[in-house]
């Protein structure tokens, strides 16, 4: 994994640890990388293209996107301004100093970060629900956050609890790796549906579309609003551009168990027997409670 940049962004189903077994069946040579669904963004990090045409329908997530973007320019005053935030606030800082007490870690074995961190983390994200959006702040609450999830309430209003997490060496490491490599890339951000923002496009030769869409049978946060009428629209678009001799590779999951409660995505398994499938090895063991969760991921591609 040291040949892969993971976004700095932790983003929730996130394709970074997958990357070693999902690049190899990219295109060598692409004129456009063009992704919809972009999440954190570890993909188009790791893909070597002319230009880049990244899109995601969380506003939120392309605005955190974009102010890294800006903040490679000055990365100097980038950690400067983090830094104070995190010492303002009290919050742990492995990276670069260990305030924990002893104590607290002797009391707490495995939850002694959410227990420091949780005095300052909720002052911060009332904070920074009273005023302006600021980004810097909604960063540092991303990466203290229960899961790094971004949650907003009906009102707007960032919601997450504090999560069991440190500021770390690997988080300093994912951002001085996201400013290096943002600063050689051609990149437009793009806040729209998936279907807005492909239809938009014209399609050149070479040019490559990568999607990992939400997935229909799985619970993460960003699926609560994906349904089988949207997955159905995915594959006929898929269709489409196949036609029109547009490459493309899809990320999904077929099956999917968790305390013996198997699901399956039915709509996709008939769907993707006319394309090239390759099967991508995704079993996790949760943490908290060692039961295997079953994921059946497969990368299906018209090429």
Excluded: C
Excluded at 136 to 155: A, D, P, T
């Amino acid at each position: 994994m040291n040949d892969f940049n993971r976004s700095p962004l932790f983003y929730m189903g996130d394709k970074y640890k997958l990357l070693p077994e999902i690049s190899k069946h990219f295109p060598r040579n692409i004129n456009r990388f063009i992704e919809p669904f972009t999440g954190g963004g570890s993909v188009y990090l790791n893909v070597q293209a002319k230009k880049y045409l990244l899109n995601d329908i969380d506003k939120e997530i392309v605005a955190l996107h974009k102010f890294l973007i800006e903040s490679s320019k000055d990365q100097d005053q980038f950690f400067k301004k983090l830094i104070r935030i995190v010492k303002t606030y009290g919050l742990s800082r492995s990276f670069m100093e260990d305030v924990v007490p002893q104590k607290l870690k002797n009391e707490f074995v495995k939850t002694y970060y959410a227990r420091f961190n949780k005095p300052g983390y909720l002052k911060l994200r009332e904070n920074f629900n009273k005023g302006k959006r600021d980004y810097m702040k909604l960063y540092v609450l991303l990466i203290y956050g229960f899961n790094r999830i971004l949650r907003f309430n009906r009102e707007g209003q960032f919601n997450l609890p504090v999560g069991n997490v440190d500021f770390n060496q690997n988080t300093v490491k994912a951002l001085n790796n996201y400013f290096e490599v943002v600063q050689s890339k051609k990149i437009n951000f793009q806040t729209k549906d998936f279907v807005q923002f492909l239809d938009q496009i014209k399609f050149e030769k070479d040019d490559f579309v990568y999607l990992d869409p939400p997935y229909l049978i799985t619970f993460g946060e960003y699926n609560k609003f994906w349904n089988e009428e949207r997955e159905e629209e995915l594959l006929e678009y898929l269709d489409r551009m196949t036609k029109e001799k547009v490459n493309w590779a899809l990320s999904n999951v077929t099956d999917y168990t968790k305390r013996g409660v198997r699901l399956e995505n039915k709509i996709l398994k008939k769907w993707m027997k006319k394309y090239n499938v390759k099967k991508i090895k995704s079993n996790y063991i949760s943490f908290h409670n060692n039961k295997q969760k079953i994921i059946n991921e497969v990368l299906v591609k018209n090429y």
